[in-house]
């Protein structure tokens, strides 16, 4: 690969592929991210709320500018349902520009959130995580809003890509685990219900510890991820569906467009790629920047919000 010496000014000289300084920078963050830990571990009075500020700090400097940040807010549906505490909410402030709020307590309509994330200490108990979990997956996103776009009037009940959004889900701890047996443990047991699980790992040899990111489901298509979280209650198999695209024609002895840019496709063009596909040898934190943007677009935006829907359960009351 090509290499670059070039004087940045400030005294900043870049030396060699910028790629491949990336990948230093990401492998140096997480080094860091397991110190900074430490240091608030070693004082109880700051554990909580300095290892949740850590985690926004590093999903903040990975994720789009246009999705905010919520602390301490509690998911509900048009239907009355709510779900547990959830320690950090990531939204879309562009289609949902407000929270309904009672005094201090926020309360984020399903249908604005893209990602939710539940900070754990060194402990945590499975059977609570999963109950968390299921209380967010019980939701239902109402897919009843109205909105112009460029070439009309579109309704969500009329969508093909999106009927009913699940946000994605994940965790992450300090929960230090020795042995790779431990990581798949917890993958196995909270994989279904958390799409990424990030936690510290200690190797027994030299005892250096960094994050490590667990994806039970890395081994399926982006297909039958979009179909998880765009069409939530109404994923009829657990097949590997390929990702469908629209006006893709075969070129005459020769491979399609999309076949040139590298992606593998089924019979009916449809792409067939898998989320693994995106993982970096030996460079956790930044799989989990190219995987978590890769499933953020299959997302895209928040459904358009059903104001009909909650109007509605307002007037019932």
Sequence with gaps: MEQVNKNLGGGITLNGNPLQLIAENYRDLNAMMVKEIEL????????GGYRE????????????RKFSFVHGAMIIDSGGKLSNEVDIAVIDEMYT?????????KLIPIEAVSL??????????????????KKIEELKANNTGIARIATGYATGVTSETQSQTLPIKVLVSIKDNVTDEALHQSKEQLGDHFDFIVQEQREFATDKKRFEVLIKNEEKTLGWWGNRLNHHYQIESEEEAPLPVKFVKEKPGGKTILEQAGFTLDENFGITNKLVEMKIADNPLLSLNLQLNQLLMLINNPMLFPHFAYAKAFQEL
Excluded: D
């Design 40 to 47: 608030a571990t070693a004082h109880p009075g700051l554990t």
């Design 116 to 133: 939710v994330i539940e900070c754990k200490s060194t402990t945590y108990n499975s059977e609570q995580l999963i109950a968390w979990a």
């Design 97 to 105: 520009p407000y929270i309904f709020q009672y005094h201090t307590l």
């Design 53 to 64: 500020e850590m985690w926004v700090k590093f999903f903040r400097s990975i994720i789009p």
